[in-house]
């Protein structure tokens, strides 16, 4: 059984399986279009945890290293504009020796570009889960 649709946008009859008139209140159907009947929500695995709370307790000595080096170039302009320097020179070596230099305990990588700088720390243990980005700009 088909219904004809009353749709005040389209001025043509169209007509309407049953399963589309549920769709048709919220959008508009051209003439001759066909709405997919809805499937059925996925079913998902029981939520497991402990994995997200490791990554979780490992990131915290990431964020403590990000803030070491956030405070001090927040706290010391020289060690900013040298940092920034260096880093508008490509000189990688110079800036990875100065990041090292503030007391970082843990791995990290780095890419600038004229925009910024971005300091990726990386866990001590490669086994544990979490990574952290901090991107500053300049």
Known sequence: MY?????????YPQYLHPVQQ???????????????????????????????QSSAASSLNLLKDAETLAKRISVDAVFAHDLKDAAQRSDKEAVHRMIKETGISV???????????????????????SKLMIILEW
Request: aromatic content about 20%; some cysteine; charged content about 20%.
């Open 3 to 11: 219904f004809r649709s009353l749709c005040p946008f389209n001025h």
């Open 22 to 52: 549920y769709y048709h209140n919220f959008c508009f159907c051209p003439p001759g279009s066909w709405i997919p009947p809805r499937l059925p929500a996925q079913a998902f695995p029981p939520v497991e945890v402990k994995r997200f």
């Open 107 to 129: 791995t990290f990588e780095t890419k600038f570009t004229p925009d910024g700088i971005r300091v990726e720390f990386l866990p001590k243990n490669p086994e544990e889960d």
